[in-house]
């Protein structure tokens, strides 16, 4: 009998292993799961969006944005990482899981080990926007109104412990301001509330935003880059206004670890056909968002940047104090 079991566990273990050269070299034979972890119409969904589209044409197979919200992307991330690791179902991780790790007690996953990088896509600005009948034209008079009004000042965010909510909440403490957190469950519904006047402002990705500036619905005070950004070319940065601050996000690919290597490459080049494309890089340019260079985008590159990336937003996490349950 135990000789019985011990053959029958050896088959199981090399079924489950001889499976996966047969998996990757017929992948993908079904649609593909792709996870956003914010609502829709937010700068990330947009941008996967893009993407996505691009993939599908590439893959031979739809490519399906499923919108999964939650915890400052938690929610979203943690169910791909449950997820089997057939290469069906992948996520748009981004700056905002390595966020997470610091400011979250307990996270729900350890983005550095439980995941499977893919590949890194682009980078993409934070920009400051208020309701559009807010006092301030500018980044110094937004600072004297809110340093006047912050006992009833309200801040949105696309949730607690989104890129955005960082951003702000470091913006506050560089200006001296403390400010009313109200998170949202993704940027479409904090812009809408920004929209109607129920927030006063908000950090947020450029795409997000762009539509609504362009119509007037709200107000632009500045791109907090660097550098000015193509998408709004007329908008002032932090730095020409006065202020050194600078806060962007970044997007990548990952997959459940243990998926098959042949799989990742795979979805890799894929991707990196669909950057590539002129189309995808003028809508990305459009949104705001600059695809990486071409050396930074193996999963070896990846895999190390995510480690830098929770040391790096570590450091002014705690510096804050800023801690979610």
């Known amino acids: 009998m135990r000789v019985g ?25 079904r649609p593909l799961t792709m996870v956003v972890p914010f609502a829709a119409g937010g700068g990330t969904d947009v941008l996967g969006r893009i993407v996505g589209r691009r993939l599908s044409e590439i893959l031979g197979q739809q490519v399906i944005v499923e919108n999964v919200g939650g915890a400052g992307g938690m929610v979203g991330s943690a169910r791909v ?53 807010l006092p301030a034209g500018n980044l110094p008079e937004f600072i004297a109104y809110a340093r006047a009004n912050q006992a009833t000042m309200q801040m949105g965010s696309a949730g607690a412990g989104s890129t955005g909510h960082l951003d702000c909440m470091l913006l506050n403490a560089a200006i001296g301001i403390n400010i009313t957190h109200v998170p949202y469950r993704g940027g479409g519904p904090a812009i809408q509330d920004l929209i109607a006047g129920r927030i006063d402002y908000f950090c947020t990705l450029s795409a997000t ?62 991707t990196v056909a669909a950057m590539d494309t002129p189309s995808v890089q003028e809508r990305l340019k459009e949104v705001g968002a600059v695809t990486v260079a071409p050396e930074r985008r193996s999963p070896a590159y990846l895999q190390k940047f995510v480690v830098s990336e929770i040391e790096k937003n570590a450091v002014p996490i705690k510096a804050s104090g800023l801690a979610m349950d």
């Open 5 to 29: 079991h011990a053959t029958v566990l050896a088959g199981i273990l090399c079924g489950l292993a001889c499976v996966h050269p047969a998996a990757a070299q017929n992948w993908p034979s």
């Open 81 to 133: 990482v449950k997820a089997p690791p057939d290469g069906y179902q992948f996520v748009l991780g981004s700056r905002a899981d390595a966020i997470n790790q610091t400011l979250y007690k307990n996270p729900l996953y350890n983005f550095a080990t439980d995941l499977a990088p893919v590949v890194l896509i682009a980078d993409q600005p934070t920009i400051l926007v208020a309701r559009k009948d």
């Open 209 to 270: 935003a762009k539509p609504q500036i362009e119509a007037s619905l709200i107000k632009a005070i500045a791109i907090l880059s660097r550098e000015r950004s193509t998408m709004l070319p007329e908008l002032a940065s932090a730095r020409e206004q006065g202020i050194d601050f600078e806060a962007s996000t970044w997007f990548g690919f990952f997959f459940p670890k243990g998926t098959p290597e042949p799989i990742i490459q795979k979805l890799h080049d894929a």
